[in-house]
């Protein structure tokens, strides 16, 4: 069984560019969350999508989008990206596991964007 | 919202001892608490959780106890090995059902257990 999926998993961009990450979530889950985790820091989170629409957002600027599809994979979009915007980006699925009274959340590997 | 503090940010044991990492959240509505390892270069792996209406869980060597009257939870690892090396985050949620859960995290603690 397949955990969080991400891709890439790098990738270098220039100030001003625009950036798309993809994920798909772990088997059975409905739920997807994106975060972003600057070095040595703890993950911080952008916002989280059920049934392809945004449910909930952390405190991100509008540059921050998001798409999550029927087979519930998702995607993140970063436009016009600043120095600033370098970091980990994770995403989490979120679903019942067995053995389990309620949902779960599992972590992809991230994609390790770098903003030049 | 949420705050998680973390404690100590740092932590180093000698192979076969016990390691305690403490947390401290502010909302009274959260009632998820996952614990995350998370090795250089890669992503976050959930290695236990706790829910609200649970005082003590253990999985093997690694248990969590909560405390929801004082509001901390810490993670017990016992019979360290120099693979638990890491970083370790807390974690807290108020979750109240599908789509509407968002984890504040602590900042982490590096542990290091000295071989």
């Known amino acids: 069984d397949a955990g969080v999926t991400q891709s890439p998993t790098h990738l270098i961009k220039t100030r001003g560019q625009q950036v798309t990450l993809r994920c798909s979530p772990k088997?059975?889950?409905?739920?997807v969350s994106w975060y972003q985790q600057a070095l040595g820091q703890g993950p911080q989170f952008i916002f989280q999508?059920?049934?392809?629409?945004?449910?909930q957002r952390g405190n991100f600027p509008d540059r921050f989008s998001g798409h999550q599809y029927p087979n519930y994979s998702s995607e993140l979009n970063v436009n016009a990206l600043l120095l600033g915007d370098s970091a980990l980006y994770l995403c989490?699925?979120?679903?019942?596991?067995?053995?389990?009274?309620?949902?779960?959340?599992?972590f992809g590997e991230g994609s390790w964007l770098t903003v030049v | 919202g949420e705050n998680v503090e973390q404690h100590p940010s740092t932590l180093s044991v000698q192979e076969g001892d016990s390691a305690v990492i403490k947390c401290t959240y502010s909302?009274?509505?959260?009632?998820?608490f996952p614990w995350y390892k998370q090795e250089l270069g890669k992503g976050p792996q959930l290695i236990i959780d706790?829910?609200?209406?649970?005082g003590e869980k253990k999985d093997q060597r690694i248990a969590v106890t909560l405390n929801k009257t004082a509001k901390h939870f810490s993670l017990h690892i016992t019979e360290t090995q120099p693979e638990d090396s890491a970083v370790y985050f807390c974690a807290a949620t108020a979750y109240s059902g599908a789509g509407s859960y968002q984890l504040t995290f602590g900042k982490g603690t590096k542990l290091s257990v000295i071989p």
């Open positions: 989490a699925s979120s679903g019942i596991e067995k053995g389990h009274t309620g949902n779960t959340i599992y």
């Open positions: 999508y059920y049934e392809e629409e945004e449910r």
């Open positions: 909302d009274s509505a959260s009632n998820y």
């Open positions: 706790i829910r609200s209406n649970v």
């Open positions: 088997s059975g889950h409905d739920t």
